[in-house]
């Protein structure tokens, strides 16, 4: 048995772009048969308003409401929802997929917009995260210091149409990443179940996530 989990999905609740809610984002990818998703909302000068925007470590509560609103949604199903999220540092464009991450990890951290790659890398690793830079080719972005990332996302739905996808695996591939993912970019309805991962480990909590991705136990889902 194989199990499909959405790996880069953005809430209505929380990311400005985003423009479903979370209870519906279940629904939808419960009928496409999915088995879970991990909610990775932008945290990102773009989420937070003033004040929150200079301490946001402050309003987690508002950050993780997307991620609650799944997890009810959830409720008493087999499905599996998880917290991740999308960092955006200060005057930067890059966006880097966080996997492992808690509600204490992101209280108890300080401005984690102020780290930029190294530093952040550093308190990953410290915490047995995982650290990917999406979308690394997508106009706009930057490709960071590979010693700083687990590696790349290397299919993202959203850049369906566009070479950007075959450059990231291009990359990932000679600079040796470990670590190669896939995902939809789940923003609105057109965006649904584009892409993810595809396992036969049952991923049911942060730890199983982390594991599938650091062994490489999975395949990629490329449906658009």
């Known amino acids: 048995m194989t199990y499909r989990y959405e790996i880069h999905c953005h809430t209505k609740e929380v990311s400005r772009c985003g423009k479903v809610p ?20 932008h945290f990102s000068p ?13 309003y987690i509560d508002f950050y993780t409401s997307g991620y609650h609103a799944a997890l009810k949604a959830a409720e008493g199903l087999d499905f599996t929802v998880l917290l991740g999220m999308e960092l955006r ?13 808690t509600e204490n990890f992101l209280k108890n951290n300080g401005n984690l917009m102020v780290y930029y790659p190294r530093r952040f890398y550093r308190l990953a690793q410290k915490n047995g995260l995982v650290v990917l830079q999406a979308h690394p080719f997508r106009e706009g972005m930057i490709r960071t210091n590979p010693a700083y ?14 070479d950007a996808n075959r450059k990231a695996a291009d990359w990932a591939e000679q600079n040796h990443m470990r670590i190669r993912s896939g995902g939809s970019d789940f923003h609105r309805l057109k965006d649904l179940a584009t892409g993810g991962i595809e396992t036969d480990r ?8 982390l594991a599938v991705l650091n062994s490489g136990a999975y395949t990629l889902i490329q449906t658009g």
Do not use: H
Not at 22 to 41: F, H, P
Not at 90 to 98: E, K, P, R, W
Not at 149 to 162: R, S
């Open 22 to 41: 979370a209870a519906q984002i279940v629904s939808l990818y419960r009928e496409k048969g999915y088995n879970g998703i991990v909610i990775t909302d």
């Open 46 to 58: 773009m989420t937070f308003s003033l004040p929150s925007i200079f301490c946001p470590q402050r």
């Open 89 to 101: 540092y200060y005057a930067t464009a890059n966006d880097y997929l966080v996997y492992g991450v």
């Open 149 to 162: 990332l687990d590696g790349c996302e290397v299919f993202n739905g959203k850049n369906i149409g566009t």
């Open 202 to 209: 049952k991923i049911q909590s942060n730890e199983d996530l």
